[in-house]
């Protein structure tokens, strides 16, 4: 077992010298899997600008069926919320009733080619949610001159690893039992 | 991240397997926790996509949003050939060192790279040398090219018709002299040279290339790949077949050997050209027989004609009253079989004056009525003249000597013709336009492609919702690929018109074959419909 071990420890170092550069990538979710009837922090990993450009906002669209959403403030960067009503009522905790809430959040600031960022706002994946399926929540990042969109959500029998800009995926789980 | 740990592993000897088990494990663990998708991007490049330069360059650079290691690389050349590329890599941008010899017209930069982590990026830059690559294969030809072209036609034109109609007329009508069994050889000459450059010279047409690649086996292969290859083989041989009729004897020999050449000639015709691409087809191409072999008869029998009068002014009235015969008779044939043509070709009255194709016509049939005149003059006034002494036929060899240059310039008005499209092809698009039906799920388009051929594409789409209502939408791209001829996509943004069309001019599907359109449809912020169609470009 030592032996077991140590393939282990190294296959986790390897993946942390692996992450820094497979994180320079699309813009994805830290998090890629949750229970449904569950809170969720989501925190969107942003590598890079519009090709060479700086983001100068970063757009997050609210999946239906994820209620009770908070963004996170950013120090230096602006935060708006777009309030509509949901797709339907969702059944919150404790039976509360939710009709309608944060569908699109806003950061505006700069965020230069060369760095990384992370956008972080949390909420609560409804239990009407369906397991074994993936919630997509489409990204933009504009930039000076245009944006990436970071929208496409796969048709059936096709993954993100066919699109060139798909949204960021969180599979959803069975709720745990406890 | 440590679920993954639960992970039975089975005992390790050697370290290969060891480092099996840490690849695996590491693609478990990228897999189940933490599927990042990469993204290298061109950034930008030299030559840029779409652009157009006069002077070739010698590099080409390709700029990437990180870095990235080549998988293959290579152009496309507007003429069709792979070029594979060498390429230098200098962390986020890639230099290739292009072909010097390109022909004119529009090339492919074709690209597969390796982003840092392991992910296939592919794409395409297209860029034009001199200026895009034209439609339906005609390219923009030298001055020096397109006369060439048109003097090859009117030397194969005079040669085949010379020639075979001549060896007609020996071998049916009236025997010639010498001189001008000679002279019926060199038109056969002339036919078969002639026929050969075309082919050259059609290839440096197709590829746009000048006349100093005249030499190059490209250009000959191209030439003889068109229609027009098959056609000038036919032409030669309808001359070899007139010049071995000249022969004095076995007279069964030559005599069908001279009919066989006859119908070669009009075979020839038919097997090139705008007309024998028309439908009916069955009546088009027999008609174009027909007429080819027919004019082959009576221009062709104009030179030994007047050489057999010129010979005995007197004697050879029974001569001349057999090829008058002969001639009414081809005059009516060739009136019947133009008529057919024309009616098809030009459809209607205003198309005469208006098309180029047309106005050609109008000169053609002017030069028609000019002969007709000189024919009817020789016919009704000279030849019974002839019998009352040799002045007679005197005028009759003069008046065939008019006729001859007459129809020398007809030929050279017919020449034309390989330029200028009928307002047949003209006036029906769809025939030669692609439609396309491209679905999404809550969008759909209507798509449509022309020309069909090679070369370049303009593009127009409807874009519809699902129950069929137009979508304002935000932004169409579209992206084109031929991953048989390896051509990696490479994406043309739409421009949206008044009436809420999108429209995308200039598409460079320079290759045919199986070509794959991707859509995206940008419907609203966050809301992108994605479509994909296949076409299919003709040569």
Redesign the interface.
């Known amino acids: 077992m030592r032996k077991t071990k140590k393939v282990i420890g190294l296959g986790v170092f390897f993946l942390s010298v692996a992450a820094p550069v497979t994180v320079l990538a699309h813009a994805t979710l830290e998090q890629q899997k949750a229970a449904v009837g569950s809170s969720y922090k989501a925190v969107i990993k942003v590598p890079h600008g519009c090709g060479s450009e700086p983001t100068l906002r970063l757009r997050v669209q609210v999946p239906d069926g994820m209620v009770s959403v908070k963004p996170m403030q950013k120090p230096g960067w602006q935060l708006d919320v777009v309030k509509k009503s949901y797709d339907k009522a969702y059944q919150y905790r404790r039976g509360a009733s939710l009709t309608e809430g944060v569908r699109e959040i806003k950061w505006t600031g700069k965020l230069s080619n060369d760095d990384y960022d992370e956008f972080v706002f949390v909420g609560y994946l409804s239990d009407t949610l369906k397991p074994d399926t993936v919630l997509y929540f489409p990204v933009i990042q504009e930039c000076e001159k245009g944006s990436e969109r970071w929208i496409e959500i796969p048709a059936e029998g096709k993954t993100s690893r066919d699109y060139r800009f798909p949204a960021p995926g969180l599979k959803l789980m069975l709720p745990s039992s406890n | 991240?440590?679920q993954t740990?639960s992970f039975s592993?089975p005992q390790?000897s050697k370290p290969s397997r060891?480092m099996q088990?840490?690849c695996l494990?590491?693609m478990l663990?990228?897999v189940s926790?933490?599927?990042?998708?990469?993204?290298a991007?061109l950034?930008s490049s030299t030559p840029s996509d779409g652009e157009t330069v006069s002077v070739h360059p010698v590099l080409a650079i390709l700029q990437f949003?990180?870095p990235v290691s080549v998988t293959s690389i290579s152009v496309i050349a507007s003429d069709g050939v792979q070029h594979s590329l060498q390429a230098d890599t200098h962390q986020d941008h890639i230099t290739v060192t292009l072909p010097s010899q390109l022909p004119a017209g529009s090339q492919v930069i074709s690209y597969r790279v390796i982003?840092?982590?392991g992910h296939p990026v592919s794409g395409s830059i297209v860029y034009s040398l001199g200026a895009a690559t034209q439609i339906n294969g005609v390219t923009v030809s030298t001055f020096v090219v397109t006369s060439g072209i048109w003097l090859a036609r009117w030397g194969l034109y005079i040669g085949l018709l010379g020639a075979v109609g001549g060896a007609f007329f020996v071998n049916w009508i009236a025997p010639a002299p010498a001189w001008t069994i000679s002279w019926l050889r060199a038109a056969a000459a002339l036919g078969v040279v002639s026929a050969a450059l075309s082919v050259g010279l059609q290839g440096l047409d197709m590829l746009g290339a000048p006349l100093s690649t005249l030499l190059s086996l490209r250009a000959w292969a191209e030439g003889w790949r068109s229609s027009l290859g098959t056609s000038a083989l036919v032409v030669a041989l309808a001359c070899v077949g007139a010049f071995l009729s000249l022969r004095s004897s076995p007279k069964i020999l030559t005599r069908s050997l001279s009919i066989v050449a006859l119908a070669a000639v009009g075979t020839a015709f038919s097997l090139t050209g705008h007309a024998s691409s028309a439908e009916p087809q069955w009546l088009m191409r027999t008609a174009i027989i027909l007429h080819g072999a027919v004019a082959a008869v009576w221009v062709g029998g104009l030179l030994p004609l007047a050489a057999a009068v010129r010979a005995a002014p007197t004697q050879s009235l029974p001569a001349v009253l057999r090829f008058s015969a002969v001639a009414t008779l081809a005059v009516a044939a060739l009136a019947a079989t133009g008529a057919i043509l024309s009616i098809i070709q030009i459809e209607t009255w205003s198309a005469l004056l208006l098309t180029d194709y047309g106005r050609l016509w109008i000169a053609k049939l002017s030069v028609v009525l000019m002969m007709l005149g000189l024919a009817a003059l020789n016919r009704f006034v000279l030849t019974p003249a002839m019998a009352a002494g040799p002045q007679a036929g005197n005028r009759l060899v003069r008046s065939i000597g008019v006729e001859s240059v007459l129809a020398l310039l007809l030929l050279a008005v017919v020449t034309g013709w390989r330029f200028t499209p009928p307002p047949r092809a003209t006036s029906t698009t769809p025939v030669s336009a692609i439609h396309l039906h491209m679905h999404g799920?809550k969008a759909w388009a209507h798509v449509g492609l022309s020309p069909s051929r090679a070369g370049l594409v303009n593009l127009s789409a409807m874009i519809l919702s699902a129950t069929s209502h137009p979508i304002d939408a935000k932004e169409v791209v579209f992206l084109f690929s031929n991953l048989m001829a390896g051509i990696e996509p490479f994406q043309r943004k739409a421009v949206k018109t008044p009436d809420g069309d999108w429209v995308v001019t200039m598409i460079p599907l320079t290759t045919a074959g199986l070509w794959t359109v991707h859509a995206e449809v940008?419907i609203s912020?966050?809301?992108?419909e994605?479509m994909e169609a296949q076409l299919k470009i003709l040569p």
Request: no cysteine; glycine share 4%; net charge negative.
């Open positions: 991240m440590l740990s592993l390790m060891f088990i840490v494990l590491l663990l990228g926790s933490s599927p990042a998708f990469p993204h991007s950034i949003n990180e982003s840092a982590d799920i940008l912020d966050f809301e992108k994605l």
